[in-house]
């Protein structure tokens, strides 16, 4: 621990926790004995951070939420397998994020995101970077959601899916399979509606990339699915780093597309 860290009276630090430099640990906050916080982070009042959970640089834990612990699932084995957060992470109010539910298993958040208040990740999910959890917004065991997504206020993830690259899940929506890089779907059950122009346009895409994007969803709303995926593999027309993303994602499908 470095002298520069700030521990409340009032905290819980259990013995073995790893503390970087600089980090603030506030009132009633508690820190298990596995965790190892990297530099600047920050564990608010009440904020609660335990099982065998590694953070990066920067990341801040707001009041009553609860990150690190043991899987909901019911088959979870008892196992003290690993979450992995990197660097500048936030977590709101009564957010949860819970651990792998086996001992091969691995929760792993990258950089970056926020997690909003009452919003949940499930055991063994995997988050890319600059992802957006809205408020009340519930991830299921093993999701696993590309970078620049956002899912929308008290939507609901089945186990097991996947969100591409700059999707949008609309709000209150239930995903119960797999959404496409770029589209937006949204409903119950959620289904492709458009894609994301506005996220895309935020994140600084050309006006020929967001063209491109335009093309690849007409192709699927007119053709379908699968013959629109596959026509879009072969057209030489689109940019190979936008087709390459619907490509693999495609082939990363293990529920089907929305």
């Known amino acids: 621990m470095d002298g520069g860290t700030q521990i409340h009276p009032l905290a819980i630090v259990e013995p073995g926790a790893s503390l970087g430099v600089g980090v603030q640990i506030g009132p009633y906050a508690y820190v298990g004995q596995d965790v190892k916080l990297g530099d600047g982070c920050v564990v608010h009042h ?48 009564f957010s949860t994020v819970h651990c792998p539910s086996t001992s091969l298993g691995h929760t792993r958040i990258g950089n970056d995101n926020h997690i909003l ?23 299921g065991g093993h999701v ?56 895309l346009q935020r994140h600084g895409f050309s006006e020929s990339d967001i063209a491109a994007v335009r093309h690849m969803f007409n192709r699927l709303y007119k053709e379908g699915r699968d013959r629109g995926l596959d026509g879009i593999a072969a057209d030489d027309t689109i940019p190979l780093h936008l087709r ?9 499908s293990t529920r089907g597309l929305a």
């Open 46 to 93: 009440h904020g609660v951070v335990q099982g065998n959970s590694f953070f990066g640089k920067a990341n801040v834990i707001y009041p009553f939420a609860f990150i690190g612990g043991l899987s909901q699932d019911l088959k979870y084995d008892g196992s003290n397998a690993p979450l992995t957060v990197g660097d500048r992470n936030v977590f709101r109010e």
């Open 117 to 139: 208040a009452y919003g949940h990740v499930g055991h063994d999910c995997i988050l890319e970077d600059h992802v957006l959890i809205s408020s009340k917004a519930v991830l």
């Open 144 to 199: 696993e959601v590309d970078s620049h997504a956002i899912v929308g206020g008290a939507a609901a993830v089945h186990q097991f899916c996947k969100i591409g690259c700059h999707a949008f899940l609309g709000g209150l929506s239930a995903l119960v399979q797999d959404l496409l890089p770029y589209l937006i779907a949204e409903g119950n059950r959620a289904r492709m509606r458009t894609y994301n122009l506005v996220g």
């Open 244 to 252: 390459q993303k619907m490509v693999d994602f495609r082939r990363r």
